[in-house]
C-alpha cells in the first residue's frame, strides 16, 4: 500500500509530504487546501507514475517525486528541464524533458535506475521491477469532469446507469437458468428447516424482489413463502453471485443514505437504474434528470463498487 508521497518544487513553487495511510487510518485520506496549491497536480502524478505516463507526467513542473510503499518499496522520479533562450524574447524554449526512475526495494536487493526523455518518446524498457510492481496494483481515478463521459454524447450518469443494465440482464439470466435448472432436476426443498434458510438470506430475498428477479407471495407475514420448495436453487444462486449482489446492496444502500430530494431509487435490467419522484404522478426520473450534486454521489459510488478493482488506489478529485 502506498504510505508517502514527497513533492519536490511542485510548480518551481511548493514542496508537500502527504501521508496517505498509517496504522490509525489506513485507508481514506483527504487533501484539502486552497484553489491553485496543486491537490489536483498530486493526484495526476500518483495517476501518471501508477500507468508509467510520463507524456503526461512531463506537462507538469516538479523536481523530485518519491512513492514511499508499506513493503519498503521507494519510487523516485526526478524531472529535468533542458531549456534554450528563445532570441530578442523573455522566454525560454524547452529543448528536451528527462525522467530519471529509482525504484528500490532494500530487504530484496531490488535496485533499478532508469532513464526515459522526450527525445526518445518517453519509452520504458520493458519487464523491470517498477513495470512489474506498478502493474500489480490497480488504480482507478475519477476526475472532476466526471459528469461527462469520455465521449461526450451522453451524461456520464446515463452510461452507469446504461452498465448497470448489462450487469442485470447477464445476472438475472444466470438467475433463471438457476431455478430452472434445479426445478426440471425434480428435486424439492420442502423440508422443516426450508423457513428458516429463507429468513437467513431475507435481505438478498428482498433485493431479489427489487429487481423483479422474484414476486413477494400475497402473505405479509411471509411474503417468500413461495421461495420455500427452491430455497437450494436461490442459495446457489446468491453463493456464486455474492460479490456482485453485495455490490448492488451497497449502492443502494449509499443511495438511500444520501436521501435525494424526494425521489427513490428503482434499479432493473430494462433501465439500469433511475429515480421515482414522491409526488402524486410518481413521476418517473432518468438519471440524467439529477441535480449536478445527487449525479456526482451516483457516479461516486457506482465507480468505486463497479468500475475499480479490489484492492486498488482510488483517486478522486473534487
Known amino acids: 500500500m502506498l504510505k508517502s508521497i514527497e513533492i519536490e518544487s511542485l510548480f518551481n513553487l511548493y514542496s508537500y509530504t502527504v501521508v496517505l495511510s498509517d496504522e490509525s487510518s489506513p485507508y481514506v485520506r483527504f487533501i484539502t487546501g486552497p484553489n491553485g496549491f496543486g491537490k489536483t497536480s498530486i493526484l495526476n502524478i500518483i495517476y501518471y507514475i501508477y500507468n508509467r505516463d510520463f507524456e503526461a507526467l512531463s506537462h507538469i513542473p516538479f523536481n523530485k517525486v518519491k512513492l514511499v510503499y508499506d513493503d519498503g518499496t521507494e519510487i523516485t522520479v526526478v524531472q529535468q528541464v533542458q531549456t534554450e533562450q528563445i532570441d530578442e524574447s523573455d522566454e525560454k524554449e524547452t529543448v528536451d524533458i528527462i525522467f530519471d526512475i529509482e525504484f528500490r526495494r532494500v530487504a530484496e536487493g531490488l535496485h533499478d535506475e532508469i532513464r526515459c526523455?522526450?527525445?526518445?518518446?518517453?519509452?520504458?524498457?520493458?519487464?523491470?521491477?517498477?513495470?512489474?510492481?506498478?502493474?500489480?496494483?490497480?488504480?482507478?481515478?475519477?476526475?472532476?469532469?466526471?459528469?461527462?463521459?469520455?465521449?461526450?454524447?451522453?451524461?456520464?450518469?446515463?452510461?452507469?446507469?446504461?452498465?448497470?443494465?448489462?450487469?442485470?440482464?447477464?445476472?438475472?439470466?444466470?438467475?433463471?437458468?438457476?431455478?430452472?435448472?434445479?426445478?426440471?432436476?425434480?428435486?424439492?426443498?420442502?423440508?422443516?428447516?426450508?423457513?428458516?434458510?429463507?429468513?437467513?438470506?431475507?435481505?438478498?430475498?428482498?433485493?431479489?424482489?427489487?429487481?423483479?428477479?422474484?414476486?413477494k407471495s400475497g402473505d405479509d407475514a411471509n411474503p417468500f413463502r413461495s421461495c420455500e420448495h427452491y430455497i437450494g436453487a436461490i442459495e446457489s444462486f446468491i453463493e456464486n453471485e455474492k460479490s456482485t449482489l453485495d455490490k448492488i446492496l451497497a449502492f443502494q444502500s449509499v443511495i438511500e443514505q444520501f436521501a435525494f430530494a424526494n425521489?427513490?431509487?428503482?434499479?432493473?435490467?430494462?433501465?439500469?437504474?433511475?429515480?421515482?419522484?414522491?409526488?402524486?404522478?410518481?413521476?418517473?426520473?432518468?438519471?440524467?434528470k439529477l441535480s449536478s450534486g445527487e449525479q456526482h454521489i451516483v457516479i461516486l459510488a457506482y465507480d468505486l463498487l463497479f468500475e475499480s478493482a479490489d484492492d486498488s488506489i482510488f483517486l478522486i478529485d473534487e
Request: proline share 2%.
Open 117 to 215: 526523455s522526450r527525445s526518445n518518446g518517453f519509452l520504458l524498457p520493458l519487464s523491470t521491477n517498477l513495470e512489474n510492481y506498478l502493474g500489480s496494483m490497480p488504480i482507478y481515478y475519477v476526475m472532476d469532469n466526471r459528469l461527462l463521459s469520455k465521449d461526450n454524447w451522453k451524461p456520464s450518469v446515463e452510461k452507469k446507469a446504461s452498465d448497470l443494465a448489462v450487469r442485470l440482464t447477464d445476472l438475472k439470466s444466470k438467475y433463471s437458468a438457476c431455478i430452472v435448472n434445479f426445478l426440471s432436476s425434480g428435486l424439492s426443498d420442502d423440508s422443516g428447516g426450508a423457513a428458516g434458510r429463507v429468513e437467513k438470506i431475507r435481505g438478498y430475498l428482498e433485493l431479489l424482489s427489487d429487481l423483479n428477479f422474484l414476486r
Open 263 to 288: 425521489k427513490k431509487l428503482q434499479m432493473n435490467e430494462a433501465r439500469g437504474f433511475r429515480f421515482i419522484a414522491d409526488d402524486s404522478d410518481h413521476t418517473i426520473l432518468s438519471a440524467d
